[in-house]
């Protein structure tokens, strides 16, 4: 709960300083500067290079890396759990809303990109505030994937057995829920 407090205040701090320029590196005496390009890397590692290159990175709720194609990629999903993601605004917006429990209706397609997949860090696919996703019932490790936000009358048929092989319904019964699409195994 801390953890997503935590992260509550670094997205809503991403979304309404995305105009400001952050300082880099050198303000940040906590982190050295490997590890924080270790991170920056890590965060581009989710999608191809012609959209992390140019994409905003955001550290531990920092944006370090000004962007210019409107994608923002960050090292981890949660904090510190290792699974970084590329996302696009509507992905963003979702996500500002899941962790801080606000209502979300998607009205366009949303699309984030977790090249990396989730690296045994552990999602249930019902619950994103399972208290100890690893061990959920419905977690199933998921390589390299995309998530795509769709209008949530468009879902009506797919599966949400992240087993079945294909893609699959993530978070189903909740406002977050989206489409999980493997594109390669894990
Ligand atoms: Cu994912």
Redesign the pocket.
């Known amino acids: 709960m801390v953890n997503l407090l935590k992260s509550a205040l670094c997205v809503s701090a991403i979304l309404s300083t995305s105009l400001v320029a952050v300082p880099v590196l050198a303000e940040d005496n906590k982190m050295s500067e490997d590890l924080m390009t270790e991170k920056i890397g890590r965060a581009k590692s989710a999608a191809p290079a012609s959209i992390s290159d140019e994409a905003t990175i955001v550290v531990d709720g920092k944006v370090v890396v000004e962007g210019s194609n409107g994608w923002t990629c960050m090292p981890d999903?949660f904090p510190d759990d290792g699974?970084p993601?590329c996302n696009d605004a509507v992905w963003m917006e979702m996500l500002t809303a899941m962790i801080n429990k606000k209502d979300y209706t998607a009205t366009k397609i949303g699309i984030?990109y977790?090249l990396q997949?989730?690296r045994g860090a552990g999602?249930s696919n019902s619950d994103p505030y399972h208290p100890d996703p690893k061990n959920a019932d419905d977690y199933t490790e998921?390589g390299p994937?995309l998530?795509i936000i769709v209008p949530k009358a468009m879902l009506e048929g797919m599966t949400d057995d992240p087993s079945s092989g294909g893609p699959y319904v993530?978070w189903k019964d909740t406002p977050y829920v989206h489409i999980?699409v493997p594109v390669a195994d894990k």
Do not use: A
Request: glycine share 8%.
């Open positions: 999903t699974m993601m984030s977790m997949g989730d999602v998921t994937h998530m993530m999980m």
